[in-house]
């Protein structure tokens, strides 16, 4: 059974950091591209940042290219989200999301249950 | 950057009904679209991907038509559990969603 499990989400200050992870199981992690998307409270989906399964290729959301930095490690099944000069904007669950077809940037079969991000003084 | 355009943003439906859901891309994305759903307090769901073909699981009641930059899920007969929010994606990009009500 795939398995995706965020962590690392809480509270910080605006233009501080925070590191997201996502712990992956069930399948072949190396196989697999991976991304982030965000919902912010009551509203859309909105995606951040993909990477492919050997991390040849990032890709980020204009709205947090330059402040975030997507990575892997294949080894430990891992995913994860450098965050930094957080934005009050930036307040939203966060999910690890599995592509559904191996190293491809196309649609997202499986997502975690998400973590909270919520930046304010 | 391809915006994707959901419409309407609210169906106000009852049990037993038929809901046509649209997404329109603002250039061709070919077949590339999907539809998730969404509830409250749960993760996206994905149900349709490469705009018809229905994710394992998902009931056939669930359809996807469309290509270029006009696509359509319709769900044919609405169950209770079928009350949630709609939303479509391309690659980066989804839309703004369609919220499934109960009439």
């Known amino acids: 059974e795939v398995q995706l499990v965020e962590s690392g989400g809480g509270l910080v200050q605006p233009g501080g950091s925070l590191r997201l992870s996502c712990a992956a199981s069930?399948?072949?992690?190396?196989?697999?591209?991976m991304n982030w998307v965000r919902q912010a409270p009551g509203k859309g989906l909105e995606w951040v940042s993909y990477?492919?399964?050997?991390?040849?290729?990032?890709y980020y959301a204009d709205s947090v290219k330059g402040r975030f930095t997507i990575s892997r490690d294949n080894a430990k099944n891992s995913l994860y989200l450098q965050m930094n000069s957080l934005r009050a904007e930036d307040t939203a669950v966060y999910y690890c999301?599995?592509?559904?077809?191996?190293?491809?940037?196309?649609?997202?079969?499986?997502w975690g249950q998400g973590t909270l991000v919520t930046v304010s003084s | 950057e391809i915006v994707l355009t959901q419409s309407p943003a609210t169906l106000s439906l009852s049990p037993g009904e038929r809901a046509t859901l649209s997404c329109r891309a603002s250039?061709?994305?070919?077949?590339?679209l999907a539809w998730y759903q969404q509830k409250p307090g749960q993760a996206p769901r994905l149900l349709i991907y490469?705009?018809?073909n229905r994710v394992t699981g998902i009931p056939a009641r669930f359809s996807g038509s469309g290509s270029g930059t006009d696509f359509t899920l319709t769900i044919s007969t609405l169950e209770p559990e079928d009350f949630a929010v709609y939303y479509c994606?391309?690659?980066?990009?989804f839309g703004g969603g369609t919220k499934v009500e109960i009439k």
């Open positions: 999301a599995r592509d559904r077809r191996g190293s491809y940037f196309l649609d997202f079969q499986y």
């Open positions: 069930g399948f072949t992690f190396s196989s697999y591209s």
């Open positions: 990477i492919s399964g050997s991390s040849s290729t990032k």
């Open positions: 250039q061709s994305v070919s077949s590339n």
């Open positions: 490469d705009a018809s």
């Open positions: 994606q391309q690659r980066g990009n």
